[in-house]
């Protein structure tokens, strides 16, 4: 579980000496190191991304995981703090459209991130719902017919100072 | 495997799926060249309403539209509302699918699926495995997007538009072009028993759905279509090659995509089964994409098959941003 100034891994809180985005970046120096592409990256992907290579990082990828693991993410605010800085470049008088910027105006963006840092061919999906809870059912009716290993948990980012990721591993095989 | 129990189209070419089926049977297509339709950004060839829609109004009529029969009980908890949207109302996607749930006094939280281009295929994807976990009885699918300055911009800024009518799959292909719509699909647990209001004819079945990512670029798909490829793997399970009546590809006309679908057909040994291709005549709809194809994709199936067919399969596909992949089979 990450907050902006809180971290707890597997029931055991992490010290963290910064906050907000900066924060996501001592994680990241911390339990990543060497994947530059962190850098490129909005705030929602930098914190669903940081929280699941915590999750992840005692389980090194191979190719036989590849397909069958499933990344189930959501939030209530969609990418709202990218599409805001998205409009800033869009803004009237100051009109320069930034590819960059756009590319991560969608919530899912996240779950492709996580799925091509770990080679993951398997199912990724992104819902928008009020609460956590209701993310429950959904995870249950994917996992029913097709049992796979499931990365999943809540992902919400409103600004650099205000997000909060509770992610899990699920082991169903 | 769930049934199908009404639809709808709501298009810049009519109202009704019927309509915006004999519109594109007739050869006609919504895209126009706009030269000042959205501010300061350069003139677009895109498949707009004439006059600028509010967002929940038109999915509330798209529902309505496809639940006139009747045999859906919108306001039972036995059903549930599923919004397939990319942008939603002004950016926000929660209040929206809100405002369309509570519109017809449905007592559930309604689900927005966002997995930005396949949005419309996962929506069904995700109607089915609420309906057959027996969670609900009903799913009422709703996808829309409207298009704005802040969608036009930023896919003229990654340079994936036409300035013409697009062509998917050819050589000459420039790019894609933008559109509007809603439509609605609304799956049931049971099969429909009586000829209604919509017709036997006009029913179909939900038999399976796939999604998987390519894992290799977030705004480029893979050139060798993993997985597109892995999505219809998947979905032919349990069924022969010569049973697929038609693919319904995402054909957005831009080059790569294009070529990935190809590749990932060719992989899975469906070269020779028909594509259909619609973004010629209502632009990339995005949320609603997956939607209204699968339904104009089923109508084309039901009015190809002959009387000695009894079982025909469409598969409908999709790819988007993120990675991601969907595909659908339904039987016919």
Known sequence: ?173 | MVFCIGHSIISPLGEGSKANFAAVQAGRSGLKRYDHRFADVEPICASLFDQPQAFVPMCIRSVELATAGGACPLDSHDTIFILSTTKGDNLDLWTPAVGVASYFANPNPPIVVSNACTSGVCAQITAQRLLESGMYKHAVVVGCDLQSRFIVSGFQAFKALSPEPCLPFSEERQGLNLGEAAATVVYSIEQPTTNDQQGQDWTWSLESGAIHNDATHISAPSRTGDGAFLCLRDVMQGVQHDAIRLIGVHGTATLYNDDMERAAIHRAGLDSVPMCVLKPFFGHTMGAAGILETILCVMQAQQDKTENEQQVHVIKMLSGFGGVNAAIRLRV
């Not at chain 1, 915590?54 to 190719?63: G, I, R």
Request: aromatic share 10%.
């Open chain 1, 1 to 173: 579980m990450i907050t902006p100034t809180s971290v707890v891994l597997d029931g055991q809180p992490i010290t963290v000496t910064q906050t907000g985005d900066k924060m996501l970046v001592e994680l990241y120096r911390r339990f990543v190191g060497d994947y530059p592409k962190f850098f490129k990256m909005d705030t929602l992907c930098r914190l669903g991304f940081v929280a699941a290579e915590m999750l992840l990082k005692d389980h090194t990828t191979n190719d036989e995981r590849s397909s069958d693991w499933t990344i189930i993410m959501a939030n209530r605010s969609a990418s709202i703090k990218n599409d805001t800085d998205y409009l800033a470049t869009i803004s009237e008088g100051h009109y320069y459209p930034s590819p960059a910027l756009f590319v991560y105006t969608l919530p899912n963006i996240v779950t492709g991130e996580i799925a091509i840092r770990h080679h993951i061919q398997g199912e990724t999906s992104f819902y928008v719902l009020d609460k956590p809870e209701q993310l429950e059912p959904i995870i249950r009716s994917t996992l029913h017919p097709q049992p796979s290993t499931l990365l999943a948990g809540w992902c919400e980012c409103r600004t650099t100072n205000d997000f909060y990721a509770k992610l899990q591993l699920i082991w169903n095989n």
